[in-house]
């Protein structure tokens, strides 16, 4: 009894130490992105630099700070290298949070939303 304790509790604790951690290498992703500017430009980051919006950014909740990604626009194929430097987003059902600059490269400003792919890049 005490073994089988033993195991489930060691098998609990690994499972929330590797919960938030994602491997950067070779990652690749489909899901919904949105995106954010002027509410937040010159605020602090997760990261702790100051979020600019003009700058090729993003917030992701589980990749590392300074991790490169391409993200590609499934509608219409456009695509923009962006760096991890915060964390998010915080909507439902949301991939990743771009900047505004990043946003206009994707062609979804107005739209607000895309449905996107993003893979990491290498240095």
Wanted: a positive charge; one cysteine or more; glycine letters at 8%.
């Amino acid at each position: 009894m005490r073994f089988a304790f033993a195991l489930f509790a060691a098998l609990l604790l690994s499972a929330c130490a590797s919960q938030g951690k994602v491997d950067p290498q070779g990652y690749r992703a489909e899901g919904q992105a949105s995106w954010y500017g002027a509410r937040h430009h010159g605020r602090k980051t997760a990261s702790g630099e100051r979020f600019d919006q003009h700058a090729l950014t993003a917030a992701h909740r589980q990749l590392p700070f300074g991790t490169r990604v391409q993200v590609t626009n499934l509608r219409n194929g456009k695509r923009v290298a962006v760096r991890i430097n915060d964390r998010g987003p915080y909507s439902r059902g949301r991939l990743i949070d771009v900047s505004k600059a990043a946003a206009e490269q994707l062609d979804m400003l107005t739209s607000g939303t895309a449905q996107v792919r993003i893979e990491t890049l290498r240095d």
